[in-house]
């Protein structure tokens, strides 16, 4: 028999049968904190009478990868924000961990004007350490998102190029040619503009600037017609 056996008898039996079953999760029990205290049972949601469960890192960077790294609600984006992921149905409601549940959102929208600032509350260095973790990997994740975009803008490019002079991709093109394919892709998708690129090449099959001016002519006639039927 210890100290607390002895001289506290079945309070010490009682303390330690809460603890149990706090730790082993039973229905229920809910332990109040104070304002602005972190509960040391967080996650513990005591009107649902289960422990909630954590969204997994895997998880968190499939959904910033689905919404390219931009917060749904502002349009944020790192380097300036800290993303995280947000519950559409609440969990407190019975909304689950489904990526069909989650989206991007960042630190502001997410907390929101009323919550406590995480940097009014002392992080510990392991808590800082994997917060910065955090954020270069968010960064690193967003700028993949606009190199793939790059690399997808200048593959498409070179295919209309290559349809209105064959051998571009080598010799290169004029920048102001480029350009316009560029805004041509983006205004009516890299599809119809190489469509348009073969219908100027069959009307003129020597390519140059005869061919290069009639394809231009084509594409600002889809952006017009569809502009009027919008």
């Known amino acids: ?20 079953m706090t ?6 029990l809910r332990i109040p904190s104070r304002a602005g205290t972190p509960s040391p049972f967080h996650g513990w949601d005591g009107r649902l ?3 909630r469960k954590a969204i997994s890192k ?20 790192p380097p300036g924000v800290m993303l995280h992921v947000d519950h559409i149905h609440p969990v ?21 004007k009323g ?3 995480l940097t009014s509350i002392p992080m510990s260095l392991a808590e800082k350490a994997a917060r910065v973790a955090e954020q270069e ?5 967003y700028q993949a998102v606009l190199e793939a975009k790059l690399d ?32 041509f892709n983006e205004a009516l998708g890299v599809h119809s503009v190489i469509e348009c690129a073969e219908i100027a090449r069959t009307k003129y099959p020597y390519g140059g600037k005869r061919t290069f001016l009639y394809f231009c002519g084509i594409c600002w006639n889809r952006i017009r017609s569809e502009s009027a039927d919008a």
């Open 58 to 77: 895997r998880l968190r960077f499939e959904v910033f990868k689905r919404d390219s790294f931009v917060c749904q609600y502002c349009g944020a984006h």
């Open 23 to 28: 730790a082993t999760g039973a229905p229920g």
């Open 49 to 51: 009478g289960m422990k």
């Open 152 to 183: 997808r803008v200048d593959e498409e490019l070179w295919r209309v190029a290559e349809v209105i002079e064959p051998g571009s991709g080598e010799k290169g093109m004029l920048r102001d040619w480029t350009s316009s394919i560029k805004k």
């Open 92 to 112: 407190a409601d019975g909304g689950g961990n489904e990526i069909d549940n989650l989206i991007t959102s960042c630190e502001a929208c997410n907390l929101g």
């Open 115 to 117: 919550a406590v600032s």
């Open 137 to 141: 990997a968010q960064i690193l994740g």
């Open 1 to 20: 028999m210890n100290y607390y056996e002895r001289h506290l008898g079945d309070f010490a039996k009682d303390t330690a049968h809460l603890f149990s």
